[in-house]
């Protein structure tokens, strides 16, 4: 059995498609093709992942246009699970970055004029919510856990989540065609992105069409990653068109937090 048997299960299950993060849909340069072990793909499928447009980033695996899991985030993931709460509209993965209080080294690599005053901005917006996670830039360290890294693309970035170790993801690309909208821009792909890397979902995973104009939502709330509501934020239907978080920007978008983005990662962090 080839991916044709795999495309035609899920959408036999029905599977929720995630779509693209933030204008994300263009893959960086560095993925290649090739065959993936067909129980791969079943496991996939039955995380409640759309497998149909799988790809691989060295030995990583790019599923639905951002999201990166590891090999060793998919051993770890566990069968489907009911979590308790209301659908909110702050949402966070199963896996989050424990160890607090921690400090977060961010190395920025070969950045240079906005992309490097972008992370700066970045990091100092992070570092202003005083949280237990407090980020450290160092373009020169030999183990960061966290590497910034330039691609060529649309505007728009790719991460992932953390893999259930504790530690954030380790790298987040940032499309080199991001800078034509200015270093406001580039420093709110840089902060969502960061988010992803600590396990924040899309604001409006439920409802894309909500920052994008169109699409519907991208699933895996109990499956997967999971989408878990962070209590003390808003049920579906108030809908925060500022947040960093939200699934695409516009050229207005800023990087600063909303009220209720600073309210999950707090309640997080």
């Not at 246009?65 to 051993?75: C, E, Q, S, V, Y």
């Not at 950045?111 to 970045?122: E, R, V």
């Not at 925060?240 to 997080?268: E, H, I, K, R």
Request: hydrophobic fraction near 35%; charge should be negative.
């Amino acid at each position: 059995m080839k991916k044709i048997f795999i495309k035609i299960t899920v959408a036999i299950l029905a599977i929720f498609i995630i779509a693209a993060c933030a204008k994300e849909n263009t893959a960086p340069e560095v993925l290649t093709d090739y065959d993936i072990p067909e129980e791969t793909l079943i496991r996939f499928v039955e995380l409640g992942f759309d497998v149909s447009d799988i790809k691989m980033v060295g030995e990583n695996y790019l599923l639905e246009g951002d999201i990166i899991i590891t090999p060793k985030a998919l051993a770890n993931m566990t069968d489907p699970i009911i979590v308790p709460g209301p659908r909110g509209e702050q949402f966070h993965t199963f896996n989050l970055v424990t160890g607090l209080p921690r400090v977060i080294t961010v190395k920025g690599r070969n950045l240079n004029g906005s992309f490097s005053t972008a992370l700066n901005n970045t990091i100092a917006s992070y570092n202003n919510l005083g949280l237990d996670l407090t980020f450290v830039r160092n373009d020169n360290a030999s183990n960061p856990d966290i590497t910034v890294n330039l691609s060529g693309g649309s505007a728009g970035g790719v991460a992932g989540f953390p893999d259930g170790s504790g530690d954030p993801y380790p790298s987040a690309t940032i499309f080199r065609s991001t800078k034509k909208f200015g270093t406001a821009v580039v420093t709110h792909v840089m902060t969502h992105e960061i988010g992803h890397c600590i396990g924040l979902r899309h604001t409006d995973w439920f409802n894309r069409s909500y920052s994008c104009g169109s699409g519907g939502s991208e699933g895996q709330q109990t499956t997967g990653v999971g989408a878990v509501h962070i209590p003390g934020t808003p049920n579906v239907g108030s809908y925060s068109p500022g947040s960093v978080m939200n699934s695409c920007f516009n050229s207005g978008s800023t990087g600063a937090w909303t009220g209720d983005d600073q309210t999950a990662l707090d309640f997080l962090y």
